[in-house]
Structures are given as structure tokens and as C-alpha cells.
């Protein structure tokens, strides 16, 4: 009975069945460190990951020019293809049509991004026009060539 109590424990803690009590401390500390190994290479992984996106900020306004919408997203082809397409047809850019890329700028970082597009937003519309023209000076839809 006692034997059988040893080998019950050091499964469910080692998931390896030891019926030498010595022998299950030694598998409990490698299954530790294994662990510990696998987490390290699991935080690396998403450092890794989340350094090779990339992030858009980015203006977009309607076809006379009239509304500027700015805004931040991971794809800047689908996030134009919504607007474009009125996926969200109770959103401001469907209410104005704004479906026009007309500046752009990338970071890796969402914190940048979205940090980015707050200053950009506390911005006037004459500050917002100024950045534009200074990247594209002839308002042209940008996305083709992006």
C-alpha cells in the first residue's frame, strides 16, 4: 500500500512513474527547469513576433478633401478596403465617406502607434494639411503605391 501511494505522487507531479522517492526529486527539478526553459524560449518567441510587425498610422479623408480621419491599424490594406467598402456602416468614415489614403507613416511598436496617432489627433486641421502636403503634396490616393 505504501509503494503504491509513492508511485501515485510522483505521477501526478513528474507524469513519470518512480517508485524510488530520490529518483522523483531529480525528475521534479529537471521538469522545473525544463519548464523554466520553455517559458524563456516562449517570451523570446513573442518579442521576436511582436518586433516584426509593423503598424500604420495613418490619414485618410473623402474624395473632395474635406474630412480628415486619422487613424492606426497592423494592415494598412484591409483597413482601406473597410473604409472603402463601408464594413462599419455606422462609423465615421462610412457617414463621410472618407476612403481616400492620403499619408502614412510605420513603427514596429502598437504603443508608438497608437501614441502617435493621439498626438496626431490633438492636432489642428491646418497642422494635420501641413503633414500632409509635406508627404504628399498633390493628395493623391497614396494606397497604390504603398
Do not use: C
Not at 462599419?88 to 472618407?98: L, R
Amino acid at each position: 500500500m505504501w509503494n503504491y501511494e509513492r508511485k501515485v505522487i510522483a505521477v501526478k507531479n513528474t507524469f513519470v512513474l518512480r517508485s524510488n522517492r530520490r529518483l522523483f526529486r531529480a525528475s521534479a527539478e529537471r521538469a522545473a527547469k525544463n519548464l523554466n526553459l520553455i517559458l524563456l524560449a516562449f517570451i523570446i518567441y513573442l518579442v521576436y513576433i511582436e518586433r516584426m510587425k509593423t503598424y500604420y498610422v495613418y490619414i485618410a479623408t473623402n474624395k473632395n478633401n474635406n474630412v480628415l480621419y486619422t487613424g492606426v491599424t497592423d494592415n494598412i490594406y484591409r483597413r482601406m478596403f473597410e473604409h472603402e467598402n463601408q464594413v462599419h456602416p455606422d462609423s465615421f468614415t462610412a457617414k463621410y465617406n472618407v476612403n481616400k489614403l492620403v499619408y502614412v507613416e510605420t513603427t514596429q511598436y502598437v504603443n508608438n502607434a497608437i501614441a502617435r496617432e493621439k498626438e496626431i489627433k490633438g492636432w489642428s486641421r491646418s497642422k494635420k494639411m501641413e503633414l500632409i502636403k509635406s508627404f504628399n503634396p498633390d493628395w493623391n490616393d497614396i494606397l497604390e503605391d504603398y
